[in-house]
């Protein structure tokens, strides 16, 4: 896999909720989390992003230490380690979400994580659930799915371009 990069013009379509969103404050999406994951069994929870990592139960979370653009602290343990430029899904982020969806661990990123929900929804076995922060509206929650999966691929293969 090589660096792919998002032109400025895609990313408006990354601001829409893919999956189920789920809306309100803290406590209301809680809430509807909850309900929801215990409604359904999923074998593994992904977390994407430091705010849904830190206040929503989750097997793997891969956050950057920071919200909002603002610098978050916590004290969550990371097996990995990768960097990740704003606005790019590095070649080397395939293989570290893989790693940390197979052996359930935490990953770090230095830079932004964003992006990173595309190759963990790809990556996730059916039965996993991916989930990520909508900024002031609440979290999204995506199904890793065959269905799903053709959409994000295809999502890459028009909106993104790739470099070595």
């Known amino acids: 896999m090589k660096t792919l990069f998002l032109p400025e013009k895609s990313r408006p379509k990354l601001q829409e909720a893919w999956g189920t969103p789920l809306y309100g404050n ?8 909850n ?24 097997d793997i979370k891969i956050f950057d230490r920071r919200v909002q653009r603002k610098d978050f602290e916590h004290d969550f343990l ?16 395939w293989a570290a979400i893989k ?15 964003d992006l990173l929900v595309i190759p963990a929804v790809l990556q996730a076995s059916d039965k996993d659930l991916i989930v ?8 999204c929650l995506l199904e890793a ?7 994000f691929r295809a ?6 371009s790739a470099k070595k």
């Open 35 to 58: 309900k929801f994951i215990k409604e359904k069994k999923y074998r593994r929870i992904i977390t994407i992003g430091d705010y849904c990592s830190l206040h929503l139960k989750s």
């Open 99 to 113: 790693k940390a969806i197979d052996n359930i661990t935490n990953l770090c990123v230095d830079g932004e994580e």
């Open 78 to 93: 990371c097996a990995g380690n990768i960097a990740n430029k704003s606005g790019t899904i590095q070649k080397e982020s």
């Open 26 to 33: 803290e406590s209301e999406v809680a809430s509807q989390y």
């Open 145 to 151: 799915t065959p269905a799903l999966k053709k959409q």
């Open 132 to 139: 990520y922060g909508l900024p002031n509206k609440g979290i």
């Open 155 to 160: 999502f890459l293969k028009e909106n993104f």
